[in-house]
């Protein structure tokens, strides 16, 4: 199992992305051999929030050797990914 801090690549900040920030719906690039369950972890660890749900989508058309994992928080938990 690949450590945390090379599971996840980067967030991905996209208007969708932004949008779904507002539902405590967050995307990261992963790679792509990543479960959801490895994803929860790393998750959890590096940004220190409890994770409710994992969704996995194979992006095949961009970013070749990536997933995308769309990360749901519990309510009231938030992750500032976005560049300051």
Same mark, same amino acid.
């Not at 959801?36 to 660890?45: H, N, P």
């Not at 058309?61 to 769309?70: F, M, P, S």
């Given at each position: 199992?690949? =450590?945390?801090? %090379?599971?996840? +690549?980067?967030?991905?900040?996209?208007?969708?992305?932004?949008? $779904? =920030?507002? $539902?405590? +719906?967050?995307?990261? $690039? /992963?790679?792509?051999?990543? %479960?959801?369950?490895?994803? +929860?972890?790393? !998750?959890?660890?590096?940004?220190? !929030?409890? !994770?409710?749900?994992?969704?996995? /989508?194979?992006?095949?058309? +961009?970013?070749?050797?990536?997933?995308? =994992?769309? /990360?749901? $928080?519990?309510?009231?938990?938030?992750?500032?990914?976005?560049?300051?």
């Amino acid at each position: 199992m690949p =450590a945390d801090n %090379n599971l996840i +690549k980067k967030p991905l900040i996209s208007e969708k992305g932004t949008e $779904l =920030a507002g $539902l405590n +719906k967050y995307i990261f $690039l /992963v790679q792509p051999g990543a %479960n959801k369950t490895q994803v +929860k972890k790393a !998750v959890e660890s590096i940004y220190k !929030v409890n !994770v409710t749900q994992v969704n996995i /989508v194979r992006n095949r058309q +961009k970013e070749e050797g990536y997933k995308k =994992a769309i /990360v749901t $928080l519990h309510s009231g938990q938030a992750i500032d990914i976005v560049p300051h």
